[in-house]
């Protein structure tokens, strides 16, 4: 596609419900990046994939956290059992390859967890 | 352990004046530093990084290695600079980048 693509732009849920944030990355991309935003926190890395396998999951915050990708294209964020503190803007990224830094992001997930 | 520290949450000054955003950086080797710009309402982008040392709206940012900084400057604002900037910083084989809290301009008229 034209730019990274995520969906929802906006989701708000119910403390404990199961949430799935998705990102299309720029056909190509094989790096792909979740960043979450929180105000005054900046952007916290989550999680790279290199293709589909994820070489560095050390941001995920719990285990209630998880993300996939598929076919080195699309990946899935999914965050189990949500909590009033995983209020956030969910950013993804994609990159030409793994050191290649001009990252090109996308337009994020607000998610509000009430 | 990579850290990126921008000191100022908020930087407010006039058309015309000169601005300078601080980042400054903890890596114990040599370091790829970035500055990502968002403005309202938009996608966090790249606005220039240090291996190019290039200028781009009028922005430039050096590399000073002895004092672990990469100070973001533009010798005259401009209304439209008003955004939140993000400093980045990428280590030896690391590749993901470290991003600092960031700092919002607002360049008042």
Redesign the interface.
Known sequence: GAGVSQSPSNKVTEKGKDVELRCDPISGHT?L?W?RQSL????E?LI?F?GNSAP?KSGLPSDRFSAERTGGSVSTLTIQRTQQEDSAVY?C?SSPG??N???T????TRLTVV | AQRVTQPEKLLSVFKGAPVELKCNYSYSGSPELFWYVQYSRQRLQLLLRHISRESIKGFTADLNKGETSFHLKKPFAQEEDSAMYYCALVGGSNYKLTFGKGTLLTVNP
């Open positions: 790096a990046y960043y005054g926190q900046g952007l890395f790279y290199q560095d950013l990224a793994a050191r830094y001009g990252y992001f996308g337009s994020g």
